[in-house]
């Protein structure tokens, strides 16, 4: 395929109006340019407890529990959707696919009214007296408005908790089926990713919406949990190689910050959180998202995992890399991308712990983004309003 017919598949697949073969060549000639070996697995970064609560905390803030909300598909408007992904003949590489989701996002609208994301949010946790597993989820929306006469606006609704699996159910039925959970302040917590703040309902929520204030009043987001403003977005360098020296100076200034942080211990792994973070859900402009998923691709321990279905049912290209968070403690990360069209569908962490009666049990947290992306229209608000 020669350059002029690959520009204009690119084109065509941007503007939705390419064929599945069509999609499907233009990926493999994208997954062409690169056929490099994976790069060997570096050591995994060491990871303290003490940084994921920090760095959890600092995430709150976009979701009040535990990780995030957003991401996204095919254009509809401006805004972008969720769309099943397509699979290239062969297996791509980890490179491969983060550096065809890098050219793909480079296309994406780069302005808007509001910059909104939306997803979905499940995590894991036992019930008080490690019995069974729950789950709970959360959906968001956040929507920021970079004009002074709009509103910014976080809405969200709590989706109720449940046994995680068939075998948690039945333990839960035989622990009386109750609807509601409350753990004791000096609970024990080894392997579990958190503990709720307060009482737990198996009940769906209402649908509330909050406007942004006090220190969220006016800003464009986060950065590994560091609030900016718009000038400071737009102030993110684009060309990768600045990219990931400004990221390094930001990780490294929060770090020197707290004495209790091994600098060269975390950086990797905040690394790639920052990128993530840029994919995911920050205003950057797409040449800043494009190369964010270009200096992921430089980075080794990233391994891809072939095609994976995410906690929605889409279909997408898996990425795994392992953290440390506490000694002898490793956490499995996977992200779930649509190189195609340059889009983060998911991310899911992995841990393990033993339950009372012994039995493993598979703890995880996930974020499934459905939204992501600039916007001309308004946000649908409920009657509950905070």
């Keep these: 395929m020669n350059l002029t017919d690959l520009a204009r598949l690119r084109d065509k697949d941007l503007a939705g109006e390419a064929s599945a073969p069509e999609a499907r060549m233009l990926m493999h000639a994208i997954m062409s340019e690169e056929r490099e070996p994976v790069a060997a697995a570096r050591p995994r970064p060491k990871v303290r407890r003490r940084l994921v609560v920090s760095f959890a905390a600092g995430l709150s803030l976009a979701t009040a529990a535990a990780v995030a909300v957003i991401a996204p598909t095919m254009r509809s408007g401006s805004t972008i959707s969720v769309a099943p992904s397509v699979s290239a003949a062969a297996e791509p590489n980890a490179r491969q696919i983060l550096l065809a989701a890098a050219v793909a996002v480079e296309k994406a609208p780069a302005s808007g009214d509001y910059w909104r994301t939306a997803g979905v949010t499940r995590w894991m946790m036992t019930d008080p007296t490690r019995s069974y597993v729950l789950e709970e989820g959360r959906s968001g929306e956040l929507w920021l408005a970079k004009r002074t006469d709009l509103r910014s606006w976080r809405i969200r609704q709590d989706l109720g908790v449940k046994p995680a699996t068939p075998q948690d159910e039945a333990a839960w039925r035989a622990a009386g089926a109750p609807t509601s959970w ?67 100076e930001h990780i490294t200034r929060r770090l020197t910050a707290d004495a209790g942080y091994d600098v060269e211990e975390v950086t990797w792994y905040l690394l790639v959180q920052a990128c993530e973070d840029i994919i995911s859900r920050l205003p950057a402009s797409p040449e800043v998202r494009a190369s964010a998923y270009r200096i992921l691709a430089s980075l080794p321990g990233i391994q891809a995992e072939g095609e994976m279905t995410d906690p929605l049912g889409r279909r997408g290209q898996a990425l795994s890399y392992q953290e440390e968070i506490e000694p002898g403690l490793f956490t499995q990360v996977r992200i779930v991308v649509e190189p195609s069209t340059g889009l983060l569908l998911a991310q899911v962490r992995t841990n393990t712990t033993k339950l009372a009666d012994g039995r493993q049990a598979e703890l995880r947290v996930s974020t499934s983004y459905q939204a992501i992306g600039w916007t001309d229209e308004r946000p649908e608000l409920p009657a509950h309003r905070d």
């Design 182 to 248: 409350r753990y004791p302040k000096n609970m024990k917590t080894e392997n579990l990713f958190a503990l709720p703040f307060g009482p737990l309902e198996a009940a769906a929520g209402e649908r509330t919406a909050e406007r942004l204030h006090g220190k969220w009043k006016g800003t464009a987001g986060d950065l590994t949990g560091e609030l900016m403003t718009w000038k400071e977005v737009r102030a993110i360098p684009s060309e990768p190689d600045k990219l990931r020296s400004y990221l390094e």
